[in-house]
Structure formats: structure tokens, C-alpha cells
């Protein structure tokens, strides 16, 4: 696990370089830099020594490009041994929609094993992970516990062979390489780069004269460190504020993005309203051209009517609506006869198994007239609308 310092120093680097503006910006769209950031902070987390980076990449075609990278080791299991095998990961322009770039990166004594099942000889790495990446699911995480499967299988790096300047050596002469492991089966061992060790702060030893150092110059250097050490606080506070700023911004950002789902959902619900009102307001105004035309060509017979009976006003134009009307009234008739009977029998007027035959004939009768009306109504709206379509069929052009 990473110290918290650590940590702290590499959330607000990635936080500084995702949220840079204008030509030194990033490539990466808007939308994925925050998952780029928990990627990126996930991976350090579990493989400390993989530390992220801004570099310069460079295409086939030439062009070239500021990229985000992660360049470290990730350790492997081989006989029962763990080895690290130094890589770099690199965050391409359309990341995390499509897969990273993972090279190994050997040292000046490592070379790579050819032929390799998973790694070409200019160091690409092409594992099934890579290969099978599905946006959102696949991240950083699981490509390094992949990396570290395969890579155990069948380890990419080798030490090279020191070369012997002896050709015949005596027996007795033995050699010896750090980075290079020869067991019983003669096999090679995969290197293991060297690490670095902090110098001695005791020197190295042996003798030394002891010099007093001036006054003055200790008193420069004091003020100096004390000098660095305030502007190092004034830099950190400044980071923190700035790196809040950020999530604060990136938070803002998350919620407009759900603001403007909610927007759009509302508009294609508002479009989809309006359409419907449209087609309405299309069958009103042919039926207001129906109701226009029964007008103008009535409108010269009322004066020829003089004193007109109400009752005798309107009358079926056609079979079906002479049916319908029939049908209508019958079924309304037996609805008041029905309406009798249910008073007369609270009154006890009549017998309530007379109340019942009664009821049941009524019903039966009612049923009918109701059924038959319900055909008529759906003919009538057969016969409406091919009038309409005989009607609007000469302006279809």
C-alpha cells in the first residue's frame, strides 16, 4: 500500500493534468476523466510501484501526443519465486472505450524472449484481456493481475549471458551474475532488476579530516531550508484548495450530466406529446370540414321548413345510423324498465322471483341490442374512414 503522502501527491497530480485547459490539455474527453482518475488511483493502490506520468507518445504515422502512462513493475510467480517485470501502460486518446497500450520495458541487461505467446519482440504486450476489453468493465486493476498471470506462465524478460573471455576456463574459475539464475535443468531464470541502494550517510570509511564550518554559512543555509520549508507549506495548502476546486468541479460535473439526461428525457416526452396533438388536431379540422360542408348545403332549406316539429329535425341518414339509433333507444328503454323493477322490488311490489325472470328476459334483450350496436359503431368508423381516404386521395401528389 502506498504511504498517505504518496497518495495525496499523486491524487493532485492526476487531478492537476486532467483538468487542464487549452493546448497543454490532455487528450481524453471530458467525460472519462474522472473514471480515468479512479483507474489510475485503483492500479497505484494495488501495484505501488506503477507510478503515473504525462509523456510524450509518438504514432506510426509520426504524429505525436501528451499521454498519461504508468511506468513501473509488476511482479510475477515463476518456480515458486516472484520476479517483477518492469512495463509501461500507456492511457491511448480513446481510453477507456478502448484498451491501453502495455509494453514491457527491459533493462540494459534484460532481453525479451522470442518468440513470445503474448509478447512481440518490439516489447507490445497482447494479452486476451487486452484483446476482449469491454467498456466500462474492463480497467486497470484487472489488467495487472492478467499481467502478472501470464507473464508467470511464461515470463517475457531474461538476463543476458555474460560474456566469457575465457573459452576454456579452469575448473576451479566460477562465475557469478545477480541478474542470472541457472538451475539443475540448465534453464535460464528471468532477471530480476537490480535495486538501487541509498549511498552510506557515514561515507565509506577510512580516514578524514574533521573541518569547522563557518558561522555564517550555517546561518545562510538555516534560513534557506526555512525559506524552502514555509514556501513548501504555502504550495501544499495551494494544492489542497486547488485539488478540492477539482472535486468540487468534477462533482458539478457528474450532476449536470444527470440534469441534462433528465432534460433530454423530458424533451423527446414533450416531442412525442406534441405529435400526438398534431394528429388529434388533424382529425379535428376534418371533421370541422364535414360539419362546414352539412352546413352550406342546408343552410338553404331552412327557410323553406317554416314551423318544424323538433322530434322530427334530425333523422338517419343511412341504414346504419337508422340501426344505430334503434338499437340506442331500445337499449336506454330497457335500461329505465330494469330501473322499475329494482324499485318495485325494494317497495315489494311485486314477487322477487317474478323480479328475477323479469330481469334476466330484460338483460338478455339488453344484451343484444347493446351487441349489435357495438357492430353497427365499428362499420360506421370503417365507412368514415374511406370516406376520408376517397376524400384526401386527389391531393396525395
Known amino acids: 500500500m502506498m504511504s498517505p503522502n504518496s497518495t495525496q ?21 471530458e467525460d472519462v476523466k474522472w473514471l480515468i482518475r ?13 507510478q503515473p506520468k504525462t509523456a510524450t507518445f509518438t504514432h506510426n504515422d509520426g ?28 492511457l491511448m486518446e480513446t481510453y477507456p472505450r478502448h484498451p491501453p497500450l502495455v509494453f514491457v520495458n527491459p533493462t540494459h541487461d534484460m532481453i525479451i524472449k522470442c518468440p513470445h505467446p503474448f509478447v512481440n519482440p ?54 557469478s ?37 563557518d558561522p555564517s554559512e550555517v546561518y545562510k543555509r538555516n534560513a534557506i531550508d526555512k525559506l524552502v520549508g514555509s514556501l ?52 379535428v379540422l376534418m371533421n370541422s370540414d364535414v360539419l362546414e360542408g352539412w352546413l352550406r348545403d342546408n343552410e338553404g332549406k331552412l327557410a323553406n321548413l317554416g314551423n318544424v316539429d323538433v322530434d322530427m329535425t334530425f333523422e338517419p341518414c343511412d341504414n346504419l345510423s337508422k340501426q344505430m339509433l334503434d338499437c340506442t333507444a331500445s337499449d336506454l328503454a330497457l335500461e329505465d324498465v330494469i330501473y322499475s323493477l329494482d324499485k318495485a322490488i325494494q317497495g315489494g311490489a311485486i314477487p322477487f322471483d317474478q323480479y328475477l325472470r323479469s330481469v334476466r328476459l330484460l338483460s338478455r334483450e339488453q344484451f343484444f341490442h347493446r351487441a349489435t350496436a357495438s357492430k353497427v359503431r365499428a362499420a360506421q368508423m370503417q365507412a368514415q374512414v374511406d370516406n376520408m381516404a376517397a376524400r384526401t386521395s386527389p391531393y396525395a401528389l
Open 122 to 175: 518490439s516489447g507490445i504486450v497482447a494479452i486476451p484481456y487486452l484483446q476482449n476489453w469491454i467498456y466500462p468493465s474492463s480497467n486497470l486493476v484487472e489488467l495487472g493481475r492478467n499481467l502478472s498471470h501470464f507473464f508467470g506462465r511464461d515470463p517475457p524478460l531474461y538476463a543476458k549471458r555474460p560474456l566469457n573471455p575465457n573459452p576454456h576456463p579452469p575448473p576451479s574459475t566460477s562465475f
Open 232 to 283: 513548501h507549506r504555502d504550495i501544499v495548502g495551494l494544492r489542497e484548495a486547488r485539488e478540492t476546486d477539482v472535486e468540487g468541479l468534477f462533482n458539478a460535473q457528474g450532476v449536470l450530466k444527470q440534469r441534462e439526461e433528465q432534460l433530454k428525457q423530458g424533451l423527446k416526452e414533450m416531442i412525442n406529446e406534441k405529435e400526438g396533438l398534431e394528429q388529434q388536431l388533424q382529425m
Open 9 to 29: 501527491y499523486t491524487q493532485q497530480f492526476l487531478s492537476s493534468v486532467l483538468s487542464q485547459r487549452g493546448p497543454s490539455a490532455l487528450p481524453y474527453t
Open 38 to 50: 479512479q483507474h489510475l488511483l485503483s492500479l497505484i493502490d494495488n501495484y505501488p510501484s506503477l
Open 63 to 90: 504524429r505525436t501526443v501528451n499521454l498519461l502512462q504508468a511506468e513501473g513493475t509488476v511482479p510475477m510467480v515463476y518456480q515458486d519465486v516472484t520476479y517483477n517485470i518492469p512495463v509501461i501502460i500507456w
Open 177 to 213: 551474475n545477480p541478474n542470472l539464475a541457472i538451475g539443475s535443468s540448465g534453464m535460464i531464470r528471468p532477471a530480476i532488476p537490480p535495486r538501487p541502494f541509498p549511498k552510506s550517510p557515514y561515507g565509506s570509511g577510512g580516514g578524514g579530516t574533521v573541518r569547522m564550518e
